[in-house]
T-cell receptor, first 115, second 109 residues
Framework: NAGVTQTPKFQVLKTGQSMTLQCAQDMNHNSMYWYRQDPGMGLRLIYYSASEGTTDKGEVPNGYNVSRLNKREFSLRLESAAPSQTSVYFC??????????????FGEGSRLTVL | RKEVEQDPGPFNVPEGATVAFNCTYSNSASQSFFWYRQDCRKEPKLLMSVYSSGNEDGRFTAQLNRASQYISLLIRDSKLSDSATYLCVVKLGDYKLSFGAGTTVTVRA
């Protein structure tokens, strides 16, 4: 069972470069999310998509854009990477927004370093 | 003030010991509460929900104290495989899940 798959797993960028993180889920979930995780801080929500065709800002959306391409796929784009965006990025999905039971299913994470 | 605060630990315990730790939350309107487990360099996974009356799942017991705004997790008969970071998660509103930074538990042989 693939669950939530995100690519790439590792990426090194130079300041000002752009890139897109891809995420796909095969659980037929309606809601999808992008989080970032930094040392000493909890997971912080960047953007979320309650359902296909909708996207909304989370706590830390500046410097990012997202696309809900279809029900399965939710991508995160960094238009002009900055060192402050060095982080581990997690894509997640749930059956309903914030998970009716609180259960989010996470991808394995993408480790991004911006030099 | 952070919405969810946890003692980062680490809690170093021998196999077979009991370990317990708390998580405090700032918003009294928080609706639901959960514990997630995150192994080193892995993704978080739901460990258990926390119910108002408290609940157990095998060796794990979760408690909620709404008056003092904290939840707790107790692990009995610790196993080496329990070594992980435990994330406290609080649901507020329709979409907002607030994650704590985690409490690290290391179980030694």
């Amino acid at each position: 069972n693939a669950g939530v798959t995100q690519t790439p797993k590792f990426q090194v960028l130079k300041t000002g470069q752009s890139m897109t993180l891809q995420c796909a889920q095969d659980m037929n979930h309606n809601s999808m999310y992008w989080y970032r995780q930094d040392p000493g801080m909890g997971l912080r929500l960047i953007y979320y998509s309650a359902s296909e065709g909708t996207t909304d800002k989370g706590e830390v959306p500046n410097g990012y854009n997202v696309s809900r391409l279809n029900k399965r796929e939710f991508s995160l784009r960094l238009e002009s990477a900055a060192p402050s965006q060095t982080s581990v990025y997690f894509c997640a999905s749930s059956e309903s927004l914030a998970g009716g039971t609180g259960e989010l299913f996470f991808g394995e994470g993408s480790r991004l370093t911006v030099l | 003030r952070k919405e969810v605060e946890q003692d980062p630990g680490p809690f170093n315990v021998p196999e077979g010991a009991t370990v317990a730790f708390n998580c405090t939350y700032s918003n009294s309107a928080s609706q639901s509460f959960f514990w997630y487990r995150q192994d080193c360099r892995k993704e978080p996974k739901l460990l258990m929900s926390v119910y108002s009356s408290g609940n157990e799942d095998g060796r794990f017991t979760a408690q909620l104290n709404r008056a003092s705004q904290y939840i707790s997790l107790l692990i009995r008969d610790s196993k080496l495989s329990d070594s992980a970071t435990y994330l406290c998660v609080v649901k507020l509103g329709d979409y907002k899940l607030s994650f704590g930074a985690g409490t690290t538990v290391t179980v030694r042989a």
